[in-house]
């Protein structure tokens, strides 16, 4: 991504808004707009939106699962049985 290359002012964007549509959803890049010279928005194609939010949650689930892993190997977990007998019990769930 060039981010040089996709700053524009606030002000241009809505006066020539058909053309930097046009762009964001040809190029899939995000958008930057400035207001009296200093970067304020950004603005981005839907479907890259929904890709990028995919995208962070599959590292958010990935950072989830060291995080637990990091846990065991220090020995803070707790066995899958003990826990499935505790709920069951909880909650009266017949355990078969």
Do not use: C, W
Request: charged residues 40%.
């Amino acid at each position: 991504m060039r981010i040089a290359h996709n700053i524009q002012s606030l002000t241009r964007f809505i006066r020539e808004n058909p053309k930097y549509i046009k762009y964001l959803k040809k190029t899939k890049e995000p958008m930057f707009l400035t207001v009296k010279g200093e970067a304020r928005l950004v603005v981005q194609d839907v479907e890259a939106y929904e890709e990028l939010m995919r995208f962070k949650d599959r590292m958010e689930t990935i950072a989830g699962i060291k995080r637990g892993l990091e846990s065991m190997r220090r020995g803070e977990g707790r066995d899958a049985e003990e826990v499935f007998d505790e709920l069951f019990r909880e909650f009266n769930i017949p355990n078969e």
